[in-house]
């Protein structure tokens, strides 16, 4: 990691610079504006600079050094041995990502809290207020400020002019795998005879004779890219175990795409094992990641990350899991709720428009589903984004098969379906969803009815009771009947019987009781209905009326007990008789 140095500091300027200055001796920088009451006061705190810093688009707080020009180290004991739990806080709290770190001066302590600047279109706030710095204040910012905020939209990077790169610093290797793949992707095999300056211009990468910064991701030599652009570079770290913290084996590649996502895959897929599943007699392999899953989730990252920001791609990889991290957080509009059904615009448009011209993708967004549906259709868990955020898209893909039959039930399904009543991905989620018991309030109702209509799932329950369980032929298919039949809606004398059971337990019971008893299989109006039935019937007895209503054993269930201890005994009197 970077860090400023202490004399680049003392030369900096609080406002020209987006730093701030703070002596701090004694460590007594408030965090959060502790007991002050006044707003004005409980801003001026790590939390408020932080933010305001942020909206600035970055820059550093510094404890431990004067405010005046040049700024002298005075020291302080800010955080002393808990800079961890501070950077760890503020993300906490404001959802910005710092770095904290300490710089020393013979004995005289500094504590640096470096501020990323704040994703394009995004305000951060402080309780409650957006603050930017005025003078020595930390104020609301202006609503002029507040909207032209607002109304950002993300310049694509890709498509800017890299003014240091020439023709000759592009890789002819990377060229001619971008021609063999345009060539085959638009049906053209003339394209392979063109120029490569005629190719550049054709795919926009040459424009008026000048090369862009998708040109130099895509077919820049290892040593231009690492010059120009380094923090294009992807690492790879293997963990043998999920819980550790150094990594085993690390590498670091700086290549043009069209060369480093072949050699990154082939890299995965060395430590790659697999599941055994058997179907019937047959047995077939499912990998623990599937090659389409990672190449698609690195195309993302590649296409969407923000090359603005000097932190690279990191690939987390352990025996079963394999996490991948890249800077900037969702483009504009997508969010882990609509992940999946908002069109994604890329934050790189050129570089993502010559990826699906040569075939690598197939359309702006698909990648997405594509992961979704190869990870649920083999029986594993969801990608995992919830570890997201405003400043890095983190994805976890888990190679564990959760369920086997689930995975061979959807693959069956898909054999059987013509192709355009296959199931999509929504469907598959849907599915993953019913099976995994999922409150109706989770479900896509337009891609329930349409399960509905495929006969792959039922409805059972009635009005605010209402739930779904796939179909009989799933438990058919798992051999497990008896989970369907435990699924379906109890009848009257299932329902009395476990009443029966809990009120033999308890001796009484209110009707909250028995809803919780039946929570998910049957309403409340429902529960009630039976209820007073039994009452009627005399099999339980009302206690009580309004809110101290209770429950007990009926007459006429004790006369049915009584009747049956009766002719037990009479059976059991008669076996000691012929004894």
């Known amino acids: ?305 923000d090359y603005r920001r000097t932190s690279e791609i990191v690939i987390k990889q352990f025996p079963q899991r394999l996490d991948i991290i890249n800077a900037g957080g969702f483009p504009i509009g997508v969010t882990l709720d609509n992940l999946l059904i908002t069109p994604s615009t890329p934050r790189n448009r050129l570089l993502a428009d010559v990826l699906q011209k040569t075939g690598i993708v197939e359309r702006s967004g698909q990648g997405v589903d594509k992961i979704f549906y190869n990870m649920l259709s083999e029986g594993k868990s969801e990608p995992d984004y919830s570890k997201s955020d405003f400043f890095h898209v983190t994805l976890k893909l888990s190679a564990v098969i959760k369920d086997r039959a689930f995975a061979l039930f959807i693959d069956s399904i898909q054999k059987e379906l013509p192709k355009h009543k296959k199931l999509s991905v929504l469907e598959i989620i849907t599915l993953n969803k019913i099976k995994e018991r999922l409150p109706k309030k989770n479900l896509d109702l337009e891609q329930v009815n349409k399960l509905l209509d495929k006969k792959l799932i039922e409805r059972r329950g009635k009005t605010n009771a209402i739930f779904y369980i796939l179909s009989k032929d799933y438990y058919e298919f798992t051999d497990e009947k008896t989970k369907y039949y435990n699924l379906l809606e109890p009848d009257d004398n299932e329902v009395l019987a476990k009443i029966i059971q809990f009120l033999d337990k308890e001796d009484f019971a209110k009707m909250g009781d028995f809803a919780n008893l039946f929570e998910g299989k049957l309403s409340r109006r429902q529960v009630r209905a039976r209820v007073d039935k039994f009452v009627n019937d005399k099999m339980i007895e009302q206690v009580g009326s309004g809110k101290s209503t209770k429950y007990i054993l009926g007459e006429n269930y004790i006369k049915e007990m009584e009747v049956i201890y009766k002719a037990i005994d009479i059976v059991r009197k008669t076996n000691n008789k012929e004894k």
Request: proline fraction near 4%; aromatic fraction near 8%.
């Open 1 to 305: 990691m970077s860090m400023i140095t202490i004399e680049e500091l003392k030369n900096l300027k609080e406002s020209e610079d987006k730093i701030e200055f703070k002596k701090g001796e004694r460590g007594n920088i408030s965090y959060d504006g502790g007991s002050k009451t006044k707003p004005s006061d409980r801003r001026r705190c790590i939390l408020g600079y932080v933010t305001a810093l942020c909206n600035e688009k970055g820059g550093y707080m510094v404890i431990g050094m004067s405010d005046n020009y040049p700024h002298q180290v005075v020291g302080t004991n800010q955080n002393l041995g808990s800079i961890g739990d501070l950077e760890a806080n503020i993300y906490r709290d404001t959802g910005i990502r710092p770095k904290v770190y300490e710089l020393f001066e013979k004995s005289k302590r500094v504590l640096v809290i470096e501020v990323p600047s704040r994703p394009v279109g995004k305000v951060f706030k402080f309780e409650d207020v957006s603050l930017m710095r005025v003078g020595e204040e930390l104020k609301a910012m202006s609503d002029e400020v507040y909207l032209k905020i607002l109304n950002e939209q993300d310049s694509d990077f890709s498509k800017e002019i890299c003014r240091r790169l020439s023709i000759s610093d592009l890789d002819l290797k990377a060229i001619e795998i971008l021609k063999e793949k345009y060539s085959i992707k638009q049906n053209n095999p003339q394209f392979r005879t063109l120029s490569n300056e005629q190719i550049l211009s054709d795919l926009e990468l040459l424009v008026n004779g000048k090369l862009t910064n998708a040109a130099l991701i895509l077919l820049g030599k290892d040593e231009i890219i690492k010059k120009l652009l380094p923090q294009a570079s992807i690492i790879l770290e293997y963990r043998s175990l999920e819980n550790q913290i150094p990594f085993e084996n690390r590498l670091v590649y700086i290549q043009p795409f069209f060369k480093l996502i072949d050699t990154l895959w082939n890299t995965i897929n060395l430590r790659n094992g697999s599941f055994p599943i058997q179907d019937g007699a047959y047995i077939f392999n499912i990998p623990y990641f599937n090659e389409e899953v990672i190449r698609e989730s690195l195309n993302n990252a590649i296409t969407h990350r």
